[in-house]
């Protein structure tokens, strides 16, 4: 990953979310939850979505109960959000492709759904909203997690892995959506700013399901090697804490973060070309379930 070095930022000494609405679609768990752990200690009111909520009696958080490997329920979180009044929206689900491909009940390979799909789903029933100028002139933030500056391109005309699949294709085709979902959001939506996110390695469950066979010795290896270059989720969240409010990200968007706040450069495939018609593959695959119509393709 190549560091951007036209932006720069200072952590603030103290850093205070009281009064920030924050949503965190993922934020029942992993990295997600560490972060809402971490807002919510700083003043914040969150809503976290994912399937199991894990924080009941945690002052600030709050849930919001889906299965986001359905894009009719994807599409009733960014309709239930309330995209006006937040401040910083955040999304960190994500699966690993397993070994054989998964499909979801809509007919989409899982990891593709539920990593990336989902994510342009709700932006499209929220994004309007968010975008609408708001009477103190605040800008939201949106932070998309996922691998971006890494290269990783998508096999555009097999997106949904139909005519052949590989585990890491599938997750690769998750991870350069992401990258083209912050540059089609950045370019569609001129009054939030929209930022990438790459935490490197960090201990959660989807890295235990990247080695082996879950819960094999190989993986309980895998694991305990990997243990000495990952960090714990509350160390990274701790670490880029500070990204979410600082005042020099303000009309920067499109801008990529890596595991340690740094800027850092988008993938060399990423232009308007490219992004454009992976975005456009992306809403030809969601429209199959009766969710957002080609139509809504960006010019
Ligand atoms: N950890 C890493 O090393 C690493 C590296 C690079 C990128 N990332 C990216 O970072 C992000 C966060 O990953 P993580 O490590 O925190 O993963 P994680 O610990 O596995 O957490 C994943 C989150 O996704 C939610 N989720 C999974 N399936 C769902 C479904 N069907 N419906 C709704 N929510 C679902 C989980 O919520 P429930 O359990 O409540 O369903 C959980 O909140 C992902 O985008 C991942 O690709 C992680």
């Given at each position: 990953?190549?560091?951007?070095?036209?932006?720069a930022?200072?952590?603030?000494?103290t850093i205070?979310?009281?009064?920030?609405?924050?949503?965190i679609?993922?934020?029942?768990?992993?990295?997600?939850r560490?972060?809402a752990?971490q807002?919510a200690?700083?003043?914040?009111?969150?809503?976290v979505?994912?399937r199991?909520f894990r924080?009941?009696?945690?002052?600030?958080?709050?849930?919001?109960?889906?299965d986001?490997?359905?894009?009719?329920?994807?599409?009733?979180?960014g309709?239930?959000?309330?995209a006006e009044?937040?401040d910083?929206?955040l999304?960190?689900?994500g699966?690993?492709?397993d070994?054989?491909r998964?499909e979801t009940?809509?007919?989409?390979?899982q990891?593709v759904?539920?990593?990336?799909?989902?994510?342009?789903?709700?932006?499209r029933?929220?994004?309007a909203?968010?975008?609408?100028p708001?009477?103190d002139?605040?800008?939201?933030?949106?932070f998309?997690?996922g691998y971006?500056?890494?290269?990783?391109?998508?096999?555009i005309?097999?997106?949904?892995?139909?005519?052949s699949?590989a585990?890491?294709?599938?997750?690769?085709?998750s991870v350069?959506?992401?990258?083209?979902?912050?540059?089609?959001?950045?370019?569609r939506?001129?009054?939030?700013?929209?930022?990438?996110?790459?935490p490197g390695?960090?201990q959660t469950?989807?890295?235990?399901?990247?080695?082996?066979?879950?819960?094999?010795?190989?993986?309980?290896?895998?694991y305990?090697?990997t243990a000495f270059?990952?960090?714990?989720p509350?160390?990274?969240?701790?670490?880029?804490l500070?990204?979410?409010?600082?005042p020099e990200?303000t009309?920067?968007s499109?801008?990529?973060?890596?595991?340690n706040?740094?800027a850092i450069?988008p993938?060399?495939w990423?232009?308007?070309a490219?992004?454009?018609?992976l975005?456009?593959?992306?809403?030809?695959l969601?429209s199959?379930a009766?969710?957002?119509?080609?139509s809504?393709?960006?010019?």
């Amino acid at each position: 990953m190549k560091r951007d070095k036209t932006l720069a930022w200072t952590p603030p000494a103290t850093i205070d979310f009281t009064g920030k609405k924050i949503a965190i679609v993922g934020g029942t768990g992993g990295i997600g939850r560490a972060l809402a752990h971490q807002f919510a200690a700083k003043g914040a009111q969150i809503i976290v979505v994912g399937r199991t909520f894990r924080d009941e009696g945690i002052a600030g958080i709050n849930p919001l109960l889906a299965d986001l490997s359905k894009m009719k329920e994807a599409e009733r979180v960014g309709q239930t959000l309330p995209a006006e009044e937040l401040d910083i929206l955040l999304f960190t689900t994500g699966i690993f492709a397993d070994y054989v491909r998964q499909e979801t009940a809509d007919g989409l390979e899982q990891d593709v759904a539920i990593g990336y799909l989902n994510r342009l789903v709700i932006l499209r029933n929220m994004g309007a909203r968010l975008n609408q100028p708001r009477p103190d002139h605040k800008r939201p933030r949106v932070f998309i997690m996922g691998y971006p500056g890494t290269g990783r391109q998508a096999v555009i005309d097999d997106l949904n892995s139909e005519k052949s699949y590989a585990r890491w294709t599938a997750h690769q085709n998750s991870v350069a959506g992401n990258e083209a979902l912050v540059y089609d959001i950045s370019k569609r939506y001129p009054n939030l700013d929209v930022f990438g996110l790459n935490p490197g390695f960090v201990q959660t469950d989807i890295r235990d399901e990247i080695f082996f066979k879950r819960g094999g010795l190989l993986n309980k290896i895998g694991y305990w090697i990997t243990a000495f270059m990952t960090r714990t989720p509350e160390d990274y969240a701790q670490r880029v804490l500070p990204l979410f409010i600082v005042p020099e990200l303000t009309g920067q968007s499109g801008k990529h973060f890596d595991k340690n706040g740094n800027a850092i450069l988008p993938s060399n495939w990423v232009n308007d070309a490219n992004c454009k018609e992976l975005i456009r593959a992306s809403e030809k695959l969601i429209s199959r379930a009766g969710v957002c119509q080609e139509s809504e393709v960006r010019d």
